[in-house]
């Protein structure tokens, strides 16, 4: 994920959809993955996380997919709803390493 | 919320000055990571602190220091302040077995 400045990519969806959010990351000596959802004011609230060694990863109403193959992850949100109306960032963690290596981000906004 | 708190939530400063920002970790995590989030771009890592000891350090100066304490609190001391250190400084706590790092609602500097 590159980073964009004060522009952050935007996905506009209206609420009841499903929402794709992509990231695609640098390093692949990367083993471990991180979907974070930042409101605005707050700090970044994490959702979901998937190691190297998986390619799909479920919770409650998202899914994380990891693709190693072309450096890809992506967060899907079923049934977006307004409250899911964020930044959200992917972040990457370089074998065992201590940091994170964060996306850009991506604006979502869910219209009703 | 995660446990993790911040302090003070809002500083403005003047070039020059130094500053120190606050932050407890949440029960049971001992290891402290401390981001800095311009506007519009995701967090970059600093620093992290692993049994009050630094445990890895990003691109940053050394104006840029650190300390952890026996129970596992940390600050972040920021000396001869530049514009460009205006930012959103957020911590991260995260623990032996732990390795997802759970963040802050994070302090918002301003150097004047």
């Known amino acids: 994920g590159e980073s964009v400045g004060l522009h952050l990519p935007t996905l506009s969806v209206q609420e009841g959809d499903n929402s794709i959010i992509n990231c695609a990351y640098s390093n692949s000596a990367s083993d471990y993955f991180i979907w974070y959802k930042q409101e605005s004011g707050k700090g970044p609230q994490f959702i979901i996380d998937?190691?190297?060694?998986?390619d799909k990863r479920q919770g409650q109403r998202v899914t994380v997919l990891l693709n190693k193959t072309v450096k890809h992850l992506s967060l899907q949100i079923a049934a977006t709803q307004p409250g899911d109306s964020a930044v959200y960032f992917c972040a990457e963690r370089e074998n065992a390493g201590n940091m994170l290596t964060f996306g850009g981000g991506t604006r979502l906004m869910v219209k009703p | 919320e995660t446990g993790v708190t911040q302090s003070p939530t809002h500083l403005i400063k003047t070039r020059g000055q130094q500053v120190t920002l606050r932050c407890s970790s949440q029960?049971?995590?001992?290891?402290v990571s401390w981001y800095q989030q311009a506007l519009g771009q995701g967090p970059q890592f600093i620093f992290q602190y692993y049994r009050e000891e630094e445990n890895g350090r990003g691109n940053f100066p050394p104006r840029f220091s650190g300390l952890q304490f026996p129970n596992y609190s940390s600050e972040l001391n920021v000396n001869a302040l530049e514009l460009d250190d205006s930012a959103l400084y957020l911590c991260?706590?995260?623990?032996?077995?732990?390795?997802?790092?759970?963040f802050g609602p994070g302090t918002r500097l301003l150097v004047l």
């Open positions: 029960s049971g995590h001992n290891t």
């Open positions: 991260a706590s995260s623990g032996t077995g732990v390795e997802t790092q759970y």
């Open positions: 998937i190691r190297s060694n998986m």
